[in-house]
């Protein structure tokens, strides 16, 4: 399977804090990307980051890709109690000219006032 | 913009009735819908990827006579659940991209998602 794993699978912090997720995933591609979803809803698009990028900024996010370790991380800086949520790194799959992402495990972020 | 709406939000119904989900782009042509299952703190696991005007692609191990997906138009997709059982509940929810060229199938606009419970 190509789905890609992430840890922590859980996280708690203080409000202020910076919380760092991390995701592993199996096959080469073409971009990367970072999902949120607040318990029992769809899932929001966070930021996108290409496989020729290094990092990337938006906002209090900060996202780093080395693709020789398959590897990403997700940082939120200053966090607050809003930013409660699971978090979901996605891959792109392309398959006989069909697109699709596949989702990681997920890291549940909890951020206590 | 890039909104994309699924209804309905909560569904529980008996052992073996078949339930439709669907899902609506409201403001933008989706060309691809995708469909996931999700359990309780568990990921996202694709069931399918519909076209319009195709039929849909399933997943290894997705069963097609189980779960009809119609992707009659460019703004919606229903995804129902035949002969509901237990085993079927789950969290359901559809995603579409923009365009159809490499460069645009790449953000994710997700639905709200369907809660089914199967007594």
């Known amino acids: 399977s190509q789905q890609g794993e992430e840890d922590p699978q859980a996280l708690s912090i203080q409000e202020g804090e910076n919380a760092t997720m991390n995701c592993s995933y199996k096959?080469?591609?073409?971009?990367l990307q970072w999902y949120r979803q607040n318990s029992g809803r769809g899932l929001v698009h966070l930021i996108l980051i290409r496989s020729n990028e290094r990092e990337k900024h938006s906002g209090r996010l900060r996202v780093t890709l080395d693709t020789s370790k398959k590897s990403s991380s997700l940082l939120i800086t200053a966090s607050r109690a809003a930013d409660t949520a699971s978090y979901f790194c996605?891959?792109?799959?392309?398959?006989?000219?069909?697109?699709?992402?596949?989702f990681g495990s997920g890291t549940r972020l909890l951020v206590r006032p | 913009g890039a909104v994309v709406s699924q209804h309905p939000s909560w569904v529980i119904c008996k052992s073996g009735t078949s339930v439709k989900i669907e899902c609506r782009s409201l403001d933008f042509q989706a060309t691809t819908m995708f469909w996931y299952r999700q359990f309780p703190k568990q990921s996202l696991m694709l069931m399918a990827t519909?076209?319009?005007?195709?039929?849909?692609?399933?997943e290894q191990g997705v069963e097609k006579d189980k779960f009809l997906i119609n992707h009659a138009s460019l703004t919606l997709s229903t995804l129902t659940v035949t002969s509901a059982h237990p085993e079927d509940s789950s969290f359901y929810i559809c995603s579409a991209t923009v365009g159809q060229g490499p460069a645009t199938n790449e953000k994710l606009f997700f639905g709200s998602g369907t809660q089914l419970s199967v007594l």
């Open positions: 996605a891959t792109d799959a392309r398959m006989d000219s069909s697109y699709k992402l596949i």
């Open positions: 519909s076209n319009e005007g195709s039929k849909a692609t399933y």
């Open positions: 096959t080469s591609i073409n971009n």
